[in-house]
T-cell receptor
Framework: RKEVEQDPGPFNVPEGATVAFNCTYSNSASQSFFWYRQDCRKEPKLLMSVYSSGNEDGRFTAQLNRASQYISLLIRDSKLSDSATYLCVVSWIKAAGNKLTFGGGTRVLVKP | NAGVTQTPKFQVLKTGQSMTLQCAQDMNHNSMYWYRQDPGMGLRLIYYSASEGTTDKGEVPNGYNVSRLNKREFSLRLESAAPSQTSVYFC???????????????FGPGTRLTVL
């Protein structure tokens, strides 16, 4: 079983619609959670960190469910420019070894 | 402020050839990382350097060596390239934190390597 799993998609989303997808992680000791965005043939860039209480950044909302070991990302009012691959990233404390684990990514295609 | 730069952008090697991928950052970060990205596999950590003068193995270090030349530069060397090393290689850097949690990693544009 992969340590961080994501539905690869693609999620085909009409412009203006809402899309949500999850990422599951296997290590219950995981401490830090992030969503990165990666455009085609480009480098990953941080979209947002995920906090225990959930957090929102404009049209993007991230949630963490520790009991079920997953994080989610919701995009409201999708724009064409939201088309990208979204990478789930999980880590645990440095004392346990430096380990930042990436999921395989979820591809989102926003269409007019 | 260029951020993280990598050279070359593209490279084709024959099996058994060697090469060094270069990475530099101008953000005064202590920590630097090398990842490889393969389709459907996500990014996998090859080596990292928590600070100048130190390096540690990541998830997939076999077939690679690294050098933290100074605070700015972190190079990745393939001594004898194999077709299995065909991949996209990303270098990244991050600030050091006194807490246990990770800071944002900033990535370079990547090197697309093909080994024939």
């Amino acid at each position: 079983r992969k340590e961080v799993e994501q539905d690869p998609g693609p999620f085909n989303v009409p412009e203006g619609a809402t899309v949500a997808f999850n990422c599951t992680y296997s290590n219950s000791a995981s401490q830090s959670f992030f969503w990165y965005r990666q455009d085609c043939r480009k480098e990953p860039k941080l979209l947002m960190s995920v906090y225990s209480s959930g957090n929102e950044d404009g049209r993007f909302t991230a949630q963490l469910n520790r009991a079920s070991q997953y994080i989610s990302l919701l995009i409201r009012d999708s724009k064409l420019s939201d088309s990208a691959t979204y990478l789930c990233v999980v880590s645990w404390i440095k004392a346990a070894g430096n380990k930042l684990t990436f999921g395989g990514g979820t591809r989102v295609l926003v269409k007019p | 402020n260029a951020g993280v730069t990598q050279t070359p952008k593209f490279q084709v090697l024959k099996t058994g050839q060697s090469m060094t991928l270069q990475c530099a950052q101008d953000m005064n970060h202590n920590s630097m990382y090398w990842y490889r990205q393969d389709p459907g596999m996500g990014l996998r950590l090859i080596y990292y350097s928590a600070s100048e003068g130190t390096t540690d193995k990541g998830e997939v270090p076999n077939g690679y060596n690294v050098s933290r030349l100074n605070k700015r530069e972190f190079s990745l060397r393939l001594e004898s390239a194999a077709p299995s090393q065909t991949s996209v290689y990303f270098c990244a850097s991050s600030e050091e934190t006194i807490e246990d949690f990770y800071n944002e990693q900033f990535f370079g544009p990547g090197t697309r390597l093909t080994v024939l």
